[in-house]
């Protein structure tokens, strides 16, 4: 049995903003903290994006209030572990992935709510976080999996990840710029992970590009942009892509995730791919439960929800996609390939200025 789809472009009403939005505010804790559901794990990278989720529902405090958390969270050397659980780690590996993801978080909430007193705040976290990841950065441009306590460093790169923590250097340089703060070694960490990402897959541990996110994260990203990534994007269309219901977390499994489906809603919105966007969007449309949370994933054709853990990241995933399909707020600039273009061109337009003050 198909879920019923809606109308390819009818956008989000408020009120069911909102509902999305309450009920990852009913798994936040007093400090701020977001776990993935009430009594479970919290990791750093899915907290920032269920902050990301609030701040596109308006839940400016409650979002403000997350990233405090992962400032005060934050180890010395601007890293962050894995995995906690009610505040204390629980998986002791620092990854750079997980650190990196507060400045796409802060540059959100920036573009949103146009708070400069925030950014000043929350930049000596963004600025630790990238001094963390450049440590980590291999001869290739690429950025190794992660770092233990001794800080010996497990030299593998996932492509995923190196393509998240390019958009997080973007984000973190045109935060800079408008705080006036010049990082030119970011800005060519971050011209190294994109052309690493885009044209030295042998540098990448290839076994997992069995799963969705090694198809879609590098256009997701920026990194690959134009007809490149129209191409990655269609080229896969079929090994990733269930009718119907949405994407597979891994092209041999039969599950469906709404996160990796929202996700690549948003990577389809940036390559400017609106009507495959809209399509997927509506089918993940369906697969809410009645609290306002979107199913984690579904098996398929058997059509059994599985696993049945409420998740706020997969909910904020979905408001996310949400914001980049339909422009509900100046935040969806985030993963828009036009915008960061566009920088890049009043940049030159400038006379080769830096690219972060043009965005900023």
């Not at 308006?58 to 997350?66: I, N």
């Not at 039969?254 to 809603?265: G, I, K, N, Q, Y």
Request: charged share 20%; proline share 5%.
């Amino acid at each position: 049995m198909e879920p019923t789809s809606h109308p390819l472009h009818a956008p989000r009403t408020m009120p069911e903003l909102r509902k999305m939005a309450d009920a990852i505010a009913s798994v936040q804790k007093p400090d701020g903290e977001i776990p993935w559901s009430k009594g479970g794990k919290t990791d750093p990278w899915d907290h920032v994006e269920a902050a990301m989720g609030l701040t596109v529902a308006g839940y400016h405090e409650e979002a403000r209030a997350a990233f405090d958390w992962s400032a005060r969270t934050q180890m010395e050397d601007g890293s962050f572990y894995a995995q906690y659980q009610d505040g204390k780690p629980q998986e002791l590996r620092k990854d750079p992935n997980m650190s990196a993801y507060i400045a796409v978080g802060a540059w959100h909430h920036y573009l949103v709510t146009r708070d400069t007193a925030f950014l000043r705040r929350i930049w000596p976290s963004v600025a630790a976080a990238m001094d963390f990841v450049l440590r980590l950065q291999g001869p290739g441009g690429e950025i190794f999996w992660s770092m233990d306590t001794q800080g010996n460093i497990e030299q593998r790169a996932l492509l995923t990840g190196c393509a998240s923590m390019y958009l997080s250097l973007r984000c973190a340089v045109a935060i800079a710029g408008r705080l006036g703060v010049n990082r030119p070694k970011w800005e060519f960490a971050a011209r190294k992970l994109r052309d690493a990402v885009r044209r030295r897959q042998d540098l990448f541990d290839m076994s997992k590009s069995r799963y969705s996110m090694d198809w879609y994260y590098p256009v997701l990203s920026g990194a690959v942009t134009g007809a490149e990534a129209r191409e990655r994007l269609s080229s896969y269309w079929d090994r990733f892509v269930v009718p119907h219901w949405g994407v597979r977390c891994v092209s041999d499994r039969p599950w469906v995730t709404m996160a990796e489906s929202a996700e690549c809603v948003m990577a389809l919105a940036a390559a400017g791919m609106y009507k495959e966007a809209g399509r997927i969007y509506a089918w993940i449309r369906a697969c809410q439960y009645e609290d306002g949370f979107f199913w984690m994933g579904v098996t398929s054709p058997d059509s059994v929800i599985w696993p049945e853990e409420k998740t706020t990241w997969t909910t904020a995933a979905v408001l996310l996609a949400g914001d980049a399909l339909h422009g509900w707020t100046q935040g969806a600039a985030v993963f828009s390939h036009a915008y960061w273009d566009d920088g890049v061109k009043r940049a030159r337009a400038l006379g080769g200025g830096s690219v972060a003050t043009a965005v900023a």
